[in-house]
């Protein structure tokens, strides 16, 4: 891909139909979109909200254990109200590797957080226009979240 085919990539709008295609030829779903937008923030509250300064949280042993926590704690209350996340390695893995370039490499705390949440923003606000570049994040996400959604209502 060359810089003028990038750039376009990146920046030029898809339209309404563009969209409607992709989402049905990716079988995207409305209410899973929604869903994934609230794991996204409630992710990233969590991590923000239980961030103890990098004085405390400075090593990368400190960030993992910290991110992995607050991982863990956001699926277990998703699963308290009958939403089960299983086999989540590799959505764990891709948010980790996103949190350390955003959230803790930054000394800007609050600047990360708004930066985080555009992601769920971009990516799963279904009927905000996107980019082609927008839309693969969206279906690659989309999927990453699908494998570990567990289809099976808690009991």
Not at 20 to 29: D, G, M, P, R
Not at 56 to 61: E, F, Y
Not at 76 to 92: A, T
Not at 123 to 128: I, P
Request: hydrophobic content about 35%; proline content about 1%.
């Amino acid at each position: 891909m060359n810089t003028g085919e990038f750039i376009k990539y990146i920046s030029t709008p898809l339209t309404k139909e563009e969209m409607v295609l992709l989402y049905k030829a990716n079988n995207v779903n409305y209410n899973k979109c929604s869903l994934f937008f609230d794991y996204i923030i409630s992710l990233n509250c969590k991590v923000y909200d239980t961030f103890l300064g990098e004085d405390v949280i400075n090593s990368q042993k400190d960030i993992e254990s910290h991110f992995l926590w607050c991982f863990k704690d956001v699926i277990k209350d998703f699963k308290e109200e009958g939403i089960v996340f299983n086999n989540n390695e590799e959505l764990s893995d891709y948010f980790y590797n996103f949190y350390i370039e955003v959230f803790y490499n930054s000394h800007n705390k609050k600047e990360s957080l708004d930066k985080l949440n555009k992601l769920a923003q971009f990516s799963f606000d279904y009927h905000r226009i996107k980019t082609r570049s927008d839309m693969d994040v969206l279906i690659e996400l989309y999927r990453l979240f699908e494998k570990s959604l567990n289809f099976k209502l808690k009991k």
